[in-house]
């Protein structure tokens, strides 16, 4: 157990050396990652939806400036 914990003590140090070197040199440690294509649906859905409100906003002012 003594072993496991003090394996496991050397491998938290050695991930934090590496961090602090690594953000010396203004490398991050992750890899950053692109939207999944639920996401775009889900983003472009939103903007529809927001454009949609704005129409029927618009819609319900007949006499009012569209702009």
């Known amino acids: 157990m003594a072993i ?3 394996n496991l ?3 938290i140090k ?3 050396k590496f961090l602090k070197k690594s953000s010396k040199k ?3 440690p992750y ?3 692109d939207k ?3 996401v775009k649906v889900e ?3 939103r903007k529809a939806r927001k ?3 704005k129409t029927l906003k618009l819609a319900d002012r007949p006499g009012k400036n569209t702009n």
């Open 9 to 11: 003590v050397e491998s």
């Open 26 to 28: 203004k490398n991050k």
């Open 31 to 33: 890899i950053k990652m």
């Open 43 to 45: 983003i472009r859905s």
């Open 14 to 16: 050695s991930k934090v």
């Open 36 to 38: 999944s294509s639920s």
């Open 4 to 6: 496991q914990l003090e």
């Open 51 to 53: 454009l949609i409100d």
